[in-house]
């Protein structure tokens, strides 16, 4: 017959099917018969086909009409096969209760926790109806092993799922149902022990921790709290004194952390930790609700509150827990309210990194960085902030928590996926990693054996590869989302906020607005309500945000223009998919475009032009200007995706628009100092001039009749120290075209055009900034001609030049246009502006005396020279004029002076004995400390100024920028007078000459 047919197979046949000791495997399956193939092919696609046929081959010898029973019934025989696969101490325990199998039989749906709760009731021979049942098996072990029968019905349904991240969540609420049911049922056999003072007392099992939040692992410390009251009589007097009720009260907890923890022939549950409780594990076990309160409202340090937040009646007398968790709900969510309860956390939760183990580094699941600890840290943190006023994330679990973040607007959509899917894939390896041994670990194993087994219970192909490489990822996925949510910037702002000012009325919220600095409370009212009306998901976002910008809006000079900038952002972002999206993420994003739209019209000017540009708020990363070379590049490139002359220049403004605005973010975030700053502006018109030189030249009629043309960069261009609202000072030169080789016209005439042209597309007004190029420096300034051949700059220098020419060839520089041509000027340049023994005496008298007609005729009518900080006493000009003069008279001599920037100049002095130390200092401090103020007051207004504001309230915002605090423009015109006084004695001895 078939049925007496032996089972075929090999030794490599076996190998090749996943056995590993396939010897040992062909001789367990002698005597198998060919109907139980069906039962080989499970064995194979069991996690450990090697000890699923151990433990099988067992169970046959223990029960032989089992094989016929598994052919009979597949399903049985499917899960009782990837039992014994998974769980080696579920395998000893049907060895030792063979009845249990009927448990894998049939359907093998959830259990209800009714169900759970009357299966184990029934083990203690208590009445499952009863208000207060008493078991009448006082031994435990009875319980014991029917928990282990739920369990073991419990592992068949997770390790038969065709997804095991799909059910997790709801394995770890089954396990946590079956402890309420196992707590209960201890209880019992702890009342029956108690005798009759327990029917006098109320205890209640609070569960926390994942008993409270129903996410129980297969092996998990089951942390509770216990409450006791006496029960009342019909007349509602006391049938026992409170100290009677706590006495029998702890006896029946402290049996019932026995029952559950001991370890007997039957096996042992899990141990019951109250550890929790107030004052941990020196303190009372059992306390009545009244002693609670006092000790939470009194003593409690920040970390317990945290532990309340999943505090859940679990056993016992469930409305008396209902009272405790009512009585410590309302102080658990004005926990976020403590001082340093962000910091605190996050500096708890890196204690908890720095102690795991070095051996265990990489391998914690729980407790290492990438963990289920990095998950749930960052979603408690994320409620205890912002639950204190949205009750819609007042849940106890993690993932219906994560899920409640993610829908009203306070985790992105793709984080919270992100997290939800690193989450269930951690809770799902844990849980496979606890079955094998039912041992309570966290740790990956790190033995090829185990991993295999690991990864095959999770159906990978290639299982241990697969199952470490998805480790590293979700580690690495898990530890960037927690790095940038649990440690965002925004938490704790939002966490400082107090409750009831998070939810004004109007009235209490003007005036709220009016004590943080708003001009116009009821127009900030305005902005506030127009970004958050609405149910949308970017309203709620935004009112997640709104607390935390007021905040740093009124931390900035002008809080009211802020709010109107941010508004008009938003308004103009707020339905791209990224914009509130990374504020409320990126880091200090938020803050950063608070501290800008506060403080500076310019940048605001610059932002609303193109918002989009706000993104490079992300990180400091962005804010670094960038390289010369970079920009050029971009500009030609954008230019040359252009139709038409006019709108290649408009590309290329408009990346100096967003390059500005990236030099005035780092400016105002404190990034760059006023030395990145001139470079930085700088370096942007160098390339804005030679891309818009490239663009023009590419548009005119004839381009092939155009000669080469180099741009020598003059003044604060030349020497690399622009401010936001500087000129380009140049020169233009072109280089030599044989006489008759320009075919088709006047080489000369070609390329005066074409510089005309490119300075009236940069100078045009538009949306993006306007860019002047003066050539009024030029050989015989506004009267000479708009450029040169290089032959005629150099019978020009060697015939006609003038002293104050050769002065401004001291700042020169080739900065644009053809880099040979501008090289060959710039060598003759070289060859004259540090003249040989230095300068004349009447050249030296004719530089002082041009010095003080600019004094005495460039001043602007009404301007106060105490305040002008570039022709004031002290100023840039008395700064740079002196260095100049000493470049002319010793740079002859000392090669290191001979540089177009004032400050390496002055440097150089210093260095060579030119200036003392002293008066060096002096005169850097007053350039550098003017040179701040000019660029600040474009900042602050929005338009150049050379002057220290005479309205107050720009003084004063200027003041902040430069770092006072409010109230102290006073200082700031003192500091200034003082040190442009000291600049302006060393003025007086070494560019004057006076004693």
Not at 343 to 372: T, W, Y
Not at 546 to 559: I, R, S, T, V
Not at 591 to 606: D, G, K, N, Q
């Given at each position: 017959?078939?049925?007496?047919?032996?089972?075929?197979?090999?030794?490599?046949t076996?190998?090749?099917?996943?056995?590993?000791?396939?010897?040992?495997?062909?001789?367990?399956?002698?005597?198998?018969?060919?109907?139980q193939?069906?039962?080989?092919?499970?064995?194979?696609?069991?996690?450990?086909p090697?000890?699923a046929?151990?433990?099988?081959?067992?169970?046959?010898?223990?029960?032989?009409?089992?094989?016929?029973?598994?052919?009979?019934?597949?399903?049985?025989?499917?899960?009782?096969?990837?039992?014994?696969?998974?769980?080696?101490s579920?395998?000893?325990?049907?060895?030792?209760?063979?009845?249990?199998?009927?448990?894998?039989?049939?359907?093998?749906?959830?259990?209800?926790?009714?169900?759970?709760?009357?299966?184990?009731?029934?083990?203690?021979?208590?009445?499952?109806?009863?208000?207060?049942?008493?078991?009448t098996?006082?031994?435990?072990?009875p319980?014991?092993?029917?928990?282990?029968?739920?369990?073991?019905?419990?592992?068949?349904?997770d390790?038969?799922?065709?997804?095991?991240?799909?059910?997790?969540?709801?394995?770890?609420?089954?396990?946590?149902?079956?402890?309420?049911?196992?707590?209960?049922?201890?209880?019992?056999?702890?009342?029956?022990?108690?005798?009759?003072?327990?029917?006098?007392?109320?205890l209640?099992?609070?569960?926390?921790?994942?008993?409270?939040?129903?996410?129980?692992n297969?092996?998990?410390?089951?942390?509770?709290?216990?409450?006791?009251?006496?029960?009342?009589?019909?007349?509602?007097?006391?049938?026992?004194?409170?100290?009677?009720?706590?006495?029998?009260?702890?006896?029946?907890?402290?049996?019932?952390?026995?029952?559950c923890?001991?370890?007997?022939?039957?096996?042992?549950?899990?141990?019951?930790?109250?550890?929790?409780r107030?004052?941990?594990?020196a303190?009372?076990?059992?306390r009545?609700?009244?002693?609670?309160?006092?000790?939470?409202?009194?003593?409690?340090?920040?970390?317990?509150?945290?532990?309340m937040?999943?505090?859940?009646?679990?056993?016992?007398?469930?409305?008396?827990?209902?009272?405790?968790?009512?009585?410590?709900?309302p102080?658990v969510w004005?926990?976020?309210?403590?001082?340093?309860?962000?910091?605190?956390?996050?500096?708890?939760?890196?204690?908890?990194?720095?102690?795991?183990?070095?051996?265990?580094q990489?391998?914690?699941?729980?407790?290492?960085?990438?963990?289920?600890?990095?998950?749930?840290f960052?979603?408690?943190?994320?409620?205890?902030?912002?639950?204190?006023?949205?009750?819609?994330?007042?849940?106890?679990?993690?993932?219906?928590a994560?899920?409640?973040?993610?829908?009203?607007?306070?985790?992105?959509?793709?984080d919270?996926?992100?997290?939800?899917?690193?989450?269930?894939?951690?809770?799902?390896?844990?849980?496979?990693?606890?079955?094998?041994?039912?041992?309570?670990?966290?740790?990956?194993?790190?033995?090829?054996?185990?991993?295999?087994?690991?990864?095959?219970?999770?159906?990978?192909?290639?299982?241990?590869?697969?199952?470490?490489?998805?480790?590293?990822?979700?580690s690495?996925r898990?530890?960037r989302?927690?790095?940038?949510?649990?440690y965002?910037?925004?938490?704790?702002?939002?966490?400082?906020?107090?409750?009831?000012?998070?939810?004004?009325?109007?009235?209490?919220?003007?005036?709220?607005?009016?004590?943080?600095?708003?001009?116009?409370?009821?127009?900030?009212?305005?902005?506030?309500?127009?970004?958050?009306?609405?149910?949308?998901?970017?309203?709620?976002?935004?009112?997640?945000?709104?607390?935390?910008?007021?905040?740093?809006?009124?931390?900035?000079?002008?809080?009211?223009?802020?709010?109107?900038?941010?508004?008009?952002?938003?308004?103009?972002?707020g339905?791209?998919?990224?914009?509130?999206?990374a504020?409320?993420?990126?880091?200090?994003?938020?803050?950063?475009?608070?501290?800008?739209?506060?403080?500076?019209?310019?940048?605001?000017?610059?932002?609303?032009?193109?918002?989009?540009t706000?993104?490079?708020?992300?990180?400091?990363?962005e804010?670094?200007?960038?390289?010369?070379?970079?920009?050029?590049?971009?500009?030609?490139?954008?230019?040359?995706?252009?139709?038409?002359?006019?709108?290649?220049?408009?590309?290329v403004?408009a990346?100096?628009?967003?390059?500005?605005?990236?030099?005035?973010?780092?400016?105002?975030?404190g990034?760059?100092?006023v030395?990145?700053?001139?470079?930085?502006?700088?370096?942007?018109?160098?390339?804005?001039?030679?891309?818009?030189?490239?663009?023009?030249?590419?548009?005119?009629?004839?381009?092939?009749?155009?000669?080469p043309i180099?741009?020598?960069?003059?003044?604060r261009?030349?020497?690399?120290?622009?401010?936001?609202?500087?000129?380009?000072?140049?020169?233009?030169?072109?280089?030599?075209?044989?006489?008759?080789?320009?075919?088709?016209?006047?080489?000369?005439?070609?390329?005066?055009?074409?510089?005309?042209?490119?300075?009236?597309?940069?100078a045009?007004?538009?949306?993006?900034?306007?860019?002047?190029?003066?050539?009024?420096?030029?050989?015989?300034?506004?009267?000479?001609a708009?450029?040169?051949?290089?032959?005629?700059?150099?019978?020009?220098?060697?015939?006609w030049?003038?002293?104050?020419?050769?002065?401004?060839?001291?700042?020169?520089?080739?900065?644009?246009?053809?880099?040979?041509?501008?090289?060959?000027?710039?060598?003759e340049?070289?060859?004259?502006?540090?003249?040989?023994?230095?300068?004349?005496?009447?050249?030296?008298?004719?530089?002082?005396?041009?010095?003080?007609?600019?004094?005495?005729?460039?001043?602007p009518?009404?301007?106060?020279?105490?305040?002008?900080?570039?022709?004031?006493?002290?100023?840039?000009?008395?700064?740079?004029?002196?260095?100049q003069?000493?470049?002319?008279?010793?740079?002859?001599?000392?090669?290191?002076?001979?540089?177009?920037r004032?400050?390496?100049?002055?440097?150089?002095?210093?260095?060579?004995?030119?200036?003392?130390?002293?008066?060096?200092?002096?005169?850097?401090?007053?350039?550098?400390?003017?040179?701040?103020i000019?660029?600040?007051?474009?900042?602050?207004?929005?338009?150049g100024?050379?002057?220290?504001?005479?309205?107050?309230?720009?003084?004063?915002a200027?003041?902040?920028?430069?770092?006072?605090?409010p109230?102290?423009?006073?200082?700031?015109?003192?500091?200034?007078?003082?040190?442009?006084?000291?600049?302006?004695?060393?003025?007086?001895?070494?560019?004057?000459?006076?004693?």
């Amino acid at each position: 017959m078939l049925a007496m047919t032996r089972l075929q197979t090999t030794q490599g046949t076996l190998a090749r099917r996943g056995f590993l000791d396939a010897a040992a495997a062909l001789a367990a399956l002698d005597g198998w018969h060919v109907d139980q193939e069906a039962v080989l092919d499970l064995l194979v696609r069991s996690a450990d086909p090697d000890l699923a046929l151990g433990g099988l081959s067992r169970l046959y010898e223990q029960q032989p009409d089992l094989p016929g029973r598994l052919v009979a019934a597949p399903e049985l025989a499917r899960r009782l096969v990837m039992v014994l696969g998974a769980s080696a101490s579920l395998a000893q325990h049907l060895l030792a209760h063979p009845e249990h199998l009927d448990l894998l039989d049939g359907e093998l749906d959830k259990a209800s926790p009714g169900t759970l709760r009357r299966t184990l009731m029934a083990a203690t021979g208590a009445d499952p109806d009863a208000v207060l049942p008493v078991a009448t098996e006082l031994t435990g072990d009875p319980l014991r092993t029917a928990y282990r029968g739920a369990l073991l019905r419990i592992a068949a349904r997770d390790l038969c799922a065709p997804e095991p991240i799909e059910v997790v969540d709801d394995v770890a609420d089954e396990l946590s149902d079956l402890a309420d049911a196992t707590l209960e049922a201890a209880l019992s056999i702890a009342r029956a022990k108690a005798g009759e003072p327990a029917l006098l007392t109320r205890l209640a099992v609070v569960g926390l921790g994942k008993c409270g939040a129903q996410e129980l692992n297969y092996v998990s410390d089951v942390d509770v709290l216990f409450v006791a009251e006496p029960a009342l009589g019909e007349d509602g007097e006391p049938l026992l004194s409170a100290d009677a009720a706590v006495a029998t009260a702890t006896r029946m907890a402290a049996e019932l952390s026995r029952i559950c923890s001991a370890h007997t022939a039957a096996g042992t549950i899990w141990e019951v930790d109250a550890a929790l409780r107030p004052e941990g594990r020196a303190g009372q076990l059992v306390r009545r609700l009244a002693s609670h309160q006092a000790y939470y409202e009194r003593w409690a340090k920040t970390w317990e509150f945290q532990a309340m937040l999943k505090a859940r009646p679990c056993a016992g007398d469930l409305a008396l827990g209902q009272d405790f968790v009512d009585m410590v709900a309302p102080m658990v969510w004005r926990a976020a309210e403590r001082e340093n309860f962000v910091s605190d956390a996050q500096a708890m939760r890196k204690r908890v990194v720095a102690h795991i183990p070095a051996r265990e580094q990489g391998r914690e699941l729980k407790l290492g960085e990438g963990g289920l600890r990095d998950v749930e840290f960052s979603v408690q943190l994320l409620q205890l902030v912002h639950g204190r006023v949205d009750e819609r994330l007042r849940t106890r679990a993690t993932l219906p928590a994560l899920k409640a973040l993610v829908d009203n607007g306070y985790v992105g959509r793709e984080d919270g996926k992100g997290f939800g899917l690193a989450y269930r894939f951690l809770r799902t390896l844990e849980h496979r990693i606890q079955l094998f041994h039912l041992r309570r670990t966290h740790v990956l194993p790190d033995g090829e054996a185990d991993l295999r087994r690991l990864g095959r219970s999770l159906g990978y192909g290639d299982p241990v590869q697969q199952l470490l490489s998805t480790w590293r990822h979700t580690s690495g996925r898990v530890r960037r989302l927690h790095q940038r949510l649990f440690y965002s910037p925004l938490l704790d702002v939002v966490a400082r906020i107090p409750s009831p000012e998070l939810r004004l009325t109007t009235d209490a919220a003007v005036d709220r607005l009016k004590a943080l600095g708003y001009a116009d409370p009821r127009a900030a009212l305005r902005h506030i309500g127009s970004l958050g009306q609405g149910v949308s998901r970017q309203a709620e976002i935004q009112r997640q945000l709104l607390p935390a910008m007021l905040g740093w809006f009124a931390g900035a000079p002008n809080p009211d223009a802020g709010l109107l900038a941010f508004r008009q952002v938003s308004e103009a972002l707020g339905t791209t998919p990224w914009y509130l999206r990374a504020l409320r993420d990126e880091g200090a994003m938020a803050e950063r475009l608070a501290r800008i739209l506060a403080s500076s019209r310019f940048a605001v000017s610059l932002l609303t032009r193109a918002p989009q540009t706000v993104q490079m708020l992300a990180g400091e990363q962005e804010l670094r200007p960038r390289p010369l070379a970079d920009l050029s590049g971009e500009m030609r490139a954008a230019a040359r995706r252009q139709s038409s002359t006019e709108a290649g220049i408009e590309a290329v403004r408009a990346i100096r628009r967003r390059e500005l605005f990236r030099i005035a973010a780092a400016d105002l975030l404190g990034e760059l100092d006023v030395l990145g700053v001139g470079e930085a502006i700088s370096d942007l018109a160098s390339a804005t001039i030679d891309a818009a030189l490239a663009v023009v030249r590419a548009g005119a009629s004839d381009p092939a009749a155009v000669p080469p043309i180099a741009v020598i960069a003059m003044g604060r261009w030349g020497g690399h120290e622009m401010s936001y609202a500087s000129d380009c000072d140049a020169m233009f030169v072109m280089g030599d075209v044989a006489r008759g080789s320009a075919a088709g016209g006047d080489p000369t005439r070609a390329a005066a055009a074409v510089i005309s042209e490119m300075r009236r597309l940069l100078a045009r007004p538009g949306a993006d900034p306007a860019l002047a190029v003066d050539a009024d420096l030029r050989p015989e300034g506004k009267g000479g001609a708009l450029i040169r051949s290089l032959t005629a700059y150099r019978n020009y220098y060697g015939r006609w030049s003038s002293t104050w020419e050769l002065q401004a060839l001291v700042r020169a520089d080739a900065l644009a246009g053809d880099v040979e041509v501008g090289a060959d000027l710039l060598a003759e340049i070289d060859a004259r502006r540090w003249p040989d023994g230095g300068l004349s005496a009447a050249q030296l008298s004719e530089i002082r005396k041009l010095k003080a007609r600019v004094e005495a005729e460039r001043l602007p009518r009404g301007a106060d020279p105490a305040k002008h900080t570039k022709l004031g006493p002290g100023g840039l000009a008395d700064v740079e004029w002196t260095v100049q003069l000493l470049q002319l008279q010793h740079a002859h001599a000392v090669p290191a002076l001979r540089s177009s920037r004032t400050v390496t100049a002055l440097r150089a002095a210093r260095e060579a004995g030119l200036l003392d130390e002293g008066d060096a200092g002096h005169l850097e401090a007053a350039w550098l400390f003017a040179s701040r103020i000019r660029n600040q007051i474009m900042l602050v207004r929005g338009r150049g100024g050379d002057s220290l504001p005479a309205d107050n309230r720009e003084l004063a915002a200027l003041a902040e920028l430069l770092g006072y605090g409010p109230g102290e423009s006073s200082h700031l015109l003192a500091d200034y007078r003082r040190i442009t006084r000291r600049a302006r004695g060393v003025v007086d001895r070494v560019f004057w000459g006076l004693e």
